[in-house]
Nanobody, 120 residues
């Protein structure tokens, strides 16, 4: 069974870079045709998709966040990394990584999520 686990600092100062790691077990991140997404939920708001890296290493980002976002992977450790630059308190949220099967609507496996607070 596929499992995803997010990790990273829970507190980031404004203007700094938020960096999170998603460690995947039970399946390779290079297996066709899966997409590995980052999604967040600010307090009191709905889910917001940030971007993904697909099985070939191609990335795609939300237009509203693309200028500040980088998603990369390490195939030797089966990890996907999110970097969000120049954070503000509005980036405070629970951050999730999730898997989406290509051609399907939605994500079939999710991590438990990690709380990130942006505050000085």
């Amino acid at each position: 069974q596929v499992q995803l686990q997010e990790s990273g600092p829970g507190l980031v100062k404004p203007s700094q870079t938020l960096s999170l790691i998603c460690t995947i077990s039970g399946g390779s991140i290079t297996t066709a045709y899966y997409y590995w997404s980052w999604i967040r939920q600010p307090p009191g708001k709905g889910l917001e998709w940030i971007g993904y890296i697909e099985y070939s290493g191609t990335t795609y980002y939300s237009p509203s966040l693309k200028n500040r976002t980088s998603i990369s992977w390490d195939t030797s450790t089966n990890q996907v990394t999110l970097q969000l630059r120049s954070v503000t308190p509005e980036d405070t949220a629970i951050y999730y990584c999730a898997r989406a099967p290509g051609g399907a609507a939605g994500h079939d496996y999710w991590g438990q999520g990690t709380q990130v607070t942006v505050s000085s």
